[in-house]
């Protein structure tokens, strides 16, 4: 080993970071008050609910799974938590705003277990099992509020949630750095976190260790409801109101914030510290395009495009990978016959 680091391996480790260094330095040249830190703020604060939300997808895709219905999830927490808020009220504003919450929040993870159990139980596919959860939950959205949005007996305490600072910094965007911390430490620093990888890498042999591979997918799921009602109910809090249209198209943004930050689509590798830079970049392009006035047909195009890109580097990547260890797998095929 030389110690030297090639030009691939690098931009493969900091080829996010560069990418948002440059996305920065483009937006500021087009628009002299895009780096303004009240900008910056307020890029972080509207990125909040999505990060929250990716950490929970970065579980998921871990162990080659997906969630595509966090944006519905994410209108079903907001209209629960309305609805109850509005239909019983609970002594205090506190009591109400608390218990709200929580039954937004435990109402999506319930979605989240639903999930969980139709991929480990009836044996289908992730990608059918939340893309029909995401058409059947925004649809029970809409019978709950028929189609309307939730303005009664919001209490006002409530919208520190959503819309408070503690010193400069809004309070989701604390949020969003706790559940980061905490989902990297998870992923990171224990048994259960070296589980969802060996399962996305290989599921097989991730049984044969001794792992309970259902159970793992079970919580990567239920913890990804969990995320996303948190998230919801900032979202809820910042909107103050039960909007039924909440969190539409989040699963592209989440989807394509975790591709680029590196977590694989065949799950087994990716790191949250990319997923952070990963969201951030979606908030930078999103906040960036409209700050420099382009419409919003070309910000969907690019969008694409940008999801395009990252899924085809990470299958061309995976592809490189596979015939490597193709190629390893042969070479000690011939060593062993040349020593027979």
Not at 12 to 33: D, R, W
Not at 85 to 92: L, N, Q
Not at 114 to 123: D, H, L, P, Q, R
Not at 294 to 314: C, P, S
Request: net charge neutral; with cysteine; charged share 15%.
């Amino acid at each position: 080993m030389n110690g030297k680091v090639s030009v691939g391996e690098f931009f493969k480790k900091f080829g996010i970071v560069i990418v948002l260094v440059a996305l920065f330095i483009v937006f500021a040249l087009l628009n002299p008050y895009f780096m303004d830190p009240s900008n910056i703020m307020e890029l972080l604060k509207q990125v909040a609910f999505m990060g929250i939300i990716a950490v929970g997808m970065t579980f998921c895709m871990l162990t080659g799974g997906i969630d595509l219905s966090v944006g519905s999830n994410m209108a079903l927490a907001v209209v629960v938590a309305a609805l109850v808020m509005a239909a019983v009220p609970f002594g205090t504003q506190e009591a109400n705003a608390i218990v709200g919450s929580l039954v937004g929040i435990g109402a999506a993870t319930c979605v989240g277990v639903a999930n969980g159990f139709f991929v480990n139980e009836i044996k289908i596919p992730p990608l059918i099992v939340t893309l029909a959860m995401m058409q059947i939950v925004r649809g029970l959205v809409y019978i709950f509020t028929g189609a309307v949005p939730i303005y009664e007996n919001i209490p006002e305490v409530f919208s520190f949630v959503g819309q408070g600072s503690i010193g400069p910094v809004p309070f989701p965007v604390i949020v969003m750095g706790v559940v980061f911390v905490i989902g990297g430490v998870i992923l990171h620093k224990t048994v259960y976190g070296r589980h969802v990888y060996c399962v996305g890498g290989n599921e097989e042999v991730a049984r044969l260790s001794g792992i309970h591979v259902k159970k793992v997918k079970y919580s990567v799921y239920m913890i990804s409801g969990l995320l996303t009602g948190v998230a919801g109910i900032l979202l809820f809090s910042r909107m103050n109101s039960g909007q039924p249209r909440a969190g539409l198209g989040y699963e592209f943004e989440v989807v394509t914030a975790c591709v680029l930050g590196g977590v694989s689509m065949a799950g087994g590798s990716g790191k949250l510290w990319g997923v952070f830079f990963g969201v951030v970049i979606m908030g930078v392009l999103s906040y960036g395009l409209v700050s420099v006035g382009l419409n919003e047909f070309w910000q969907m195009f690019i969008k694409g495009m940008v999801l395009l890109i990252a899924v085809g580097i990470d299958s061309m990547s995976q592809a490189k990978q596979k015939n490597l260890v193709e190629l390893r797998r042969e070479e000690e095929e011939r060593k062993k016959e040349a020593t027979a």
